[in-house]
C-alpha cells in the first residue's frame, strides 16, 4: 500500500465543484440526523427525572407506540427497547434463545461473521455457516429452515441485503433471526417471516446510538417462555421470570437504565417520520437517494458497486468499488472530503475491501446526494495526482 498525502497545493490545484451538499453526512452510522433536526426542539421534561416515573414510563411507551404504528405491526409482536444498541439486542435473542435446536448462520459481511463467533466462541454450539464474499448473497436456497437461521436482512458493512422474505417458509420449524438495523424502516419488511428482529435509532431513524430495540414474534415469545438455555444470563439479557415473558420490558420499562436524552431524540425522528408519510415516506425517501447515487455511479466509468446485483443491493449503506483504489487512495479522498466540509465519514468498514461507503436512508435528502458526485470525481482526482 503506498501512502497517499493530499496537500493543500493538490487540492488548489484542481477546480473544486460550485455547490456543497447543504447536510454533509453520509456516515453509515450514526447517521444523518432528520432534516430540521435541532436539540433545542427536544421535548427534555424528563429530563433529570427517573426513567421509572410515571412520566419518565409514559415517555418510553410513547416511544413503543410510534414504533408500532409506524412499522404497522402486528399485536402479536412485542417491542422492547434494551441496552447494547442493535448489537445487544441481537445478542439478547442469541443468548436467550439459541441451543434448542440446531443453528445455521449466514455470513456476507462482518456482523454475520461476528454472530458466528459468539456462536462458536461464547455459546459453544456448532452452527452450520453459510458465507459469502463481500458484494455478494450465499445460496439462501441452501438454508435448512428446521435449523434457527441468523442473518442480517441488510449488510452495512457490505451493502448486500435479502431482497425479500419469500426464502423464508410461513411453515418453518425453526425461529428467523434478522438483525435489520439498516433495514427497519427502510424497506416494507414480512412481520409474519421474522421471529426476531432488531436494529438501533442511530441508522435510518438518524436517531443516537446505545439503544437497541428487539422486535419478537409469538413464536420467539413461546421459545423464551418454554427454553431455558443451559449457559448463564447477564442480568440485561434476561427476559423471563418463573417461567414467564417479563412483559414490563415491552411497556417502557427497561431493564437497566437509558438515556432519556436519547429517548427524546428517537421520539423526535419517529414523529418526523409520520409527518413524511410514515414508514412508507422514509422507504420512498431511500429510495430516491439510492436511485440518485445509482445515476452518479453509472455515469463514471471509475466507479462502480461492490454488490453486483441489483436485486441484494443495499438501498442504504450503499457500498462503492473505486478503480485501482487501495486503502491509503480512499483515506486520503474521504480526508479530502472531510477537510472540504463536502462529505463525512464515506470510507468503507475497516473488514470491507477500499472503497467508499453512502449512507442514504431516509434523513439524507436527495439534493445532497446529487451534489456529492462532483465532489467524488473532485476528491478522486486530487488522491490519484497526489499519489
Avoid at 428446521?146 to 431482497?163: E, K, M
Avoid at 440518485?292 to 441489483?310: F, K, M, S, Y
Avoid at 435528502?365 to 462532483?374: K, M, N, Q, R, V
Wanted: hydrophobic content about 45%.
Amino acid at each position: 500500500m503506498t501512502d497517499v498525502t493530499v496537500t493543500d497545493a493538490t487540492r488548489a490545484s484542481i477546480a473544486m465543484p460550485a455547490t456543497k451538499p447543504a447536510r454533509p453526512h453520509f456516515s453509515s452510522g450514526p447517521c444523518a440526523k432528520p432534516p430540521g433536526w435541532d436539540a433545542s426542539k427536544l421535548a427534555v421534561e424528563v429530563l433529570g427525572r427517573s426513567h421509572r416515573s410515571k412520566l419518565g414510563k409514559a415517555r418510553l411507551q410513547y416511544a413503543i407506540d410510534l414504533m408500532r404504528e409506524l412499522l404497522k405491526l402486528p399485536d402479536t409482536h412485542r417491542i422492547g427497547i434494551v441496552p447494547g444498541s442493535d448489537t445487544g439486542a441481537f445478542e439478547m435473542a442469541m443468548w436467550t434463545m439459541l441451543g434448542a435446536r440446531e443453528v445455521t448462520a449466514l455470513a456476507w459481511e462482518s456482523f454475520g461473521e461476528g454472530w458466528v463467533t459468539d456462536a462458536v466462541k461464547q455459546l459453544k454450539i456448532e452452527p452450520t455457516v453459510v458465507r459469502a464474499d463481500y458484494g455478494q448473497l450465499p445460496d439462501l436456497a441452501q438454508v435448512d429452515w428446521s435449523n434457527d437461521v441468523l442473518f442480517t436482512w441488510n449488510g452495512t458493512t457490505s451493502g448486500v441485503r435479502v431482497p425479500n422474505g419469500d426464502w423464508i417458509p410461513a411453515d418453518r420449524d425453526g425461529l428467523s433471526f434478522a438483525d435489520a438495523t439498516s433495514a427497519v424502516f427502510a424497506y416494507d419488511l414480512p412481520w409474519d417471516k421474522i421471529d426476531v428482529a432488531t436494529f438501533s435509532w442511530q441508522k435510518v431513524l438518524g436517531g443516537e446510538g446505545g439503544h437497541g430495540v428487539l422486535i419478537l414474534g409469538p413464536r420467539a415469545v413461546e421459545r423464551l417462555t418454554e427454553y431455558t438455555p443451559p449457559w448463564p444470563l447477564p442480568k440485561v439479557f434476561r427476559l423471563v421470570s418463573k417461567g414467564a415473558l417479563t412483559e414490563g420490558v415491552f411497556k417502557g420499562e427497561t431493564i437497566n437504565t437509558p438515556s432519556m436524552l436519547a429517548v427524546e431524540d428517537a421520539i423526535f425522528a419517529l414523529e418526523w417520520a409520520k409527518s413524511v408519510g410514515g414508514a412508507q415516506g422514509l422507504i420512498a425517501r431511500s429510495d430516491a437517494n439510492a436511485a440518485a447515487l445509482d445515476t452518479i455511479v453509472a455515469e463514471r466509468d471509475w466507479l462502480g458497486h461492490l454488490a453486483i446485483d441489483e436485486a441484494s443491493r443495499s438501498k442504504t449503506s450503499v457500498c462503492l468499488t473505486v478503480e485501482g483504489a487501495d486503502e491509503a487512495l480512499i483515506k486520503a479522498m474521504a480526508g479530502a472530503l472531510e477537510k472540504e466540509g463536502a462529505a463525512f465519514d464515506v470510507a468503507g468498514y475497516r473488514d470491507a475491501p477500499p472503497g467508499l461507503r453512502i449512507w442514504c436512508g431516509a434523513t439524507v435528502d436527495t439534493a445532497d446526494i446529487e451534489a456529492l458526485g462532483p465532489w467524488l470525481d473532485w476528491a478522486y482526482a486530487t488522491a490519484k495526482a497526489a499519489s
